[in-house]
């Protein structure tokens, strides 16, 4: 019988979004293989938590690409990343808080991408007129991620509906916390 890695991995991924401590021994049995079939493939957290970041990163890709954000106005385009993500929301969630990601020479290039994409997509929000200039569109993108991250930890806590996640963020990222005073 051989191993399904992407398996494996989407099981550590469910697990570790779940409970982040879980140890090597927990995410074989909720991957259903032995401890030791797991230390085969990957040979420790390290190994596991780089092999989850580039499924996160080749996911996040896939919703950029997904979201098409050159097309339409920019809002729109922000609703349909927000929405491809969110089945990966859990993942990325886990993955921007794993410290050991962003340290030193080790560092997945990927992330590089993607943060260039997703600034660039809200740089041409700001140029015409969409987004507000006031804020970079590098702590946008940072506002963006803890966004998606902080609603699917709500989603999962069951804290918040899980059919109210892309209207949360999209709704804080472009409006803020402020009453307007219209309402």
Partial sequence: MSLDREQVLRSAAALLTRKSTATMDEVAR??????ATLHRHFAGRDALVRALESLGIQEVEAALDAAALDE??????LRRFVAAVEPSAGLL??????????????????WNRLDARVSAFLRRGQE?????I???PAWLTEALYGLISSAAWAVQDGRVASQDFQYMI??????????????
Wanted: glycine share 18%.
């Fill in 128 to 132: 015409r007129g969409e987004f507000r």
């Fill in 72 to 77: 339409g106005p920019a809002q729109d385009a």
């Fill in 134 to 136: 006031d804020l970079t």
């Fill in 93 to 110: 969630s886990f993955l921007v808080t794993e410290n050991q990601l962003f340290e030193g020479e080790g560092q997945n290039e990927g």
């Fill in 30 to 35: 909720a991957a259903g293989i032995g401890r």
């Fill in 170 to 183: 999209v709704e804080l990222l472009l409006g803020g916390a402020r009453r307007s005073v219209e309402q």
